[in-house]
């Protein structure tokens, strides 16, 4: 029992335990006679880990995705909202619109981020679907089987002076997709990032109808009824989407005519949207 005792404390006395040398990154531990450990700090390796932890907590780089809500109107291509009366016969009629009732909803499914500088500089692009609604002020009646929307075929529902409208709206849906470029000032965290993004969108229109809501001597009606109205198939214009973090206000403004070629009122008009937008 002695003689395991004495071993070890003999062995205790030559093991210098703990004796660290540290220089710049490296530690060296002495252990015993001719024993050292030698042990490297990765400055590269505890960089990455910093860089993916403060990515888990610092949300993503989606700002199309998610859905869109805001206010429709429609001006001339000299982004004029009212016409001279000298120019244009009923072009003002389009023009003159509810805004608290025209408004804008996209549902934005979809969203490819490629990245051309990590997250600096992307590529968007994805598939979603918007929702145009104009409300018109003045009580219009459009055909939906008529060959023209313009002079002579707009109708001022004059028939009842008991008649009221409520609702007098022209709505729209368009399958879209859209090819942005956006950029990013935190390539990291998208929670602690100013984003801009901008570029163009295209529409493919798939429905198209109006609604009406009167009431007329203490009753009220309501009328649905699709049809073509003579809108543009196609729809195409230019995005600008921008914010911190994960909100974001966007303006839309269309580069296409909402009524085909000569088939819409005198002066051709162009949509415009612009709202807030909410990220999946």
């Known amino acids: 029992m002695k003689k395991v005792i004495l071993l070890a404390i003999i062995s205790l006395a030559?093991?210098?335990?703990?004796?660290?040398?540290?220089?710049?990154?490296?530690?060296?531990?002495?252990?015993?006679?001719?024993?050292?450990?030698?042990?490297?700090?990765?400055?590269?390796?505890?960089?990455?880990?910093?860089?993916?932890?403060?990515?888990?907590?610092?949300?993503?780089?989606?700002?199309?995705?998610?859905?869109?809500?805001?206010?429709?109107?429609?001006?001339?291509?000299?982004?004029?909202?009212?016409?001279?009366?000298?120019?244009?016969?009923?072009?003002?009629?389009?023009?003159?619109?509810?805004?608290?009732?025209?408004?804008?909803?996209?549902?934005?499914?979809?969203?490819?981020?490629?990245?051309?500088?990590?997250?600096?500089?992307?590529?968007?692009?994805?598939?979603?679907?918007?929702?145009?609604?104009?409300?018109?002020?003045?009580?219009?009646?459009?055909?939906?089987?008529?060959?023209?929307?313009?002079?002579t075929t707009i109708k001022m529902d004059t028939a009842s002076s008991n008649l009221k409208y409520i609702k007098n709206q022209l709505k729209a849906t368009y399958i879209k997709i859209p090819l942005l470029i956006e950029l990013n000032t935190n390539s990291y965290n998208a929670n602690k990032s100013f984003h801009l993004a901008a570029g163009i969108e295209f529409g493919y229109k798939i429905d198209s109808w109006t609604k009406r809501k009167y009431e007329e001597d203490g009753t009220t009606y309501k009328a649905k009824l699709k049809g073509d109205y003579n809108l543009n198939t196609f729809k195409y214009g230019l995005v600008v989407r921008a914010g911190y973090g994960g909100f974001t206000l966007f303006a839309n403004y269309s580069l296409s005519?909402?009524?085909?070629?000569?088939?819409?009122?005198?002066?051709?008009l162009y949509s415009l949207s612009a709202g807030i937008a909410f990220t999946f």
């Open 14 to 151: 030559t093991i210098k335990l703990f004796a660290q040398e540290q220089k710049k990154d490296t530690t060296k531990i002495k252990w015993g006679y001719k024993t050292r450990i030698w042990i490297f700090e990765d400055k590269l390796l505890s960089k990455k880990d910093s860089i993916k932890k403060e990515r888990k907590k610092g949300g993503n780089f989606t700002h199309w995705g998610g859905f869109d809500v805001g206010i429709c109107a429609l001006n001339t291509f000299q982004n004029q909202f009212k016409v001279p009366s000298p120019d244009a016969y009923n072009t003002n009629y389009f023009l003159n619109l509810k805004y608290n009732r025209s408004w804008y909803f996209s549902l934005n499914l979809f969203e490819k981020n490629i990245r051309l500088y990590k997250n600096y500089v992307t590529l968007v692009t994805g598939l979603g679907a918007e929702w145009d609604s104009y409300s018109f002020r003045n009580n219009i009646i459009l055909s939906p089987d008529s060959s023209h929307t313009n002079s």
């Open 257 to 268: 005519p909402l009524f085909d070629k000569n088939k819409g009122p005198e002066i051709a």
